[in-house]
């Protein structure tokens, strides 16, 4: 059993109205009602389930080939600290930034933690980006995003290890891709992000 991650795109003005000791229940219980729903699909379930011409304040993004599990995102973490040293400064900057959500710590800080660590530390640890700071990741994957393919010869000869977790550039490629689909739909709507370890 290993670490899970549940990333959530919320309506900050609805989070803020919830009591601050009651948030933390009421995302839970968004992000992973107890009701019995077959199981969860790649991609958006919006949370939780609103009566037609109600909006949702809350929607749930499960991220392809996952299952929900925390190791592909450590791995992708393991394979960009490999291969950033071997990319343009201006785009190693900007995936820096727009990856340090996704991976939930800086690759290469002095918080960097091994694969064994993850559910210990990952079941205490809360992440909040608000609004602003969701801009500040679109605005990473605005200039990294057209650049992907650039990684891709760097990635192949450095941090390829096919028949491992993310070991091909293509399932590294899909994780940023998924991310960036999170980033993009939060900031359209002008909601923040959370992530959960449910």
Request: glycine share 12%.
């Amino acid at each position: 059993m290993g670490a899970d991650i549940t990333a959530l795109i919320v309506d900050w003005a609805d989070l803020e109205n919830i009591p601050v000791l009651e948030r933390e229940g009421a995302l839970i219980e968004a992000a992973d009602p107890d009701v019995d729903d077959g199981g969860t699909e790649e991609g958006w379930a919006w949370l939780p389930p609103a009566p037609e011409g109600f909006p949702a304040w809350c929607a749930r993004y499960e991220f392809a080939s996952t299952r929900g599990s925390f190791k592909p995102h450590f791995w992708a973490g393991e394979r960009w600290e490999t291969v950033r040293e071997h990319v343009a400064a201006d785009l190693r900057s900007a995936l820096d930034t727009f990856l340090g959500g996704l991976f939930w710590n800086l690759p290469g800080s002095e918080d960097d933690l091994q694969e064994e660590d993850a559910e210990h530390w990952y079941g205490a640890m809360w992440v909040y980006c608000s609004p602003p700071d969701v801009l500040g990741l679109a605005q990473a994957w605005a200039e990294a995003g057209p650049r992907l393919e650039a990684l891709r010869g760097p990635f192949d000869l450095h941090a390829a290890e096919p028949g491992t977790r993310v070991g091909r550039f293509e399932g590294f490629a899909m994780l940023l891709r998924g991310w960036a689909e999170v980033v993009d739909e939060a900031h359209r709507r002008g909601w923040g992000l959370v992530g959960l370890p449910v």
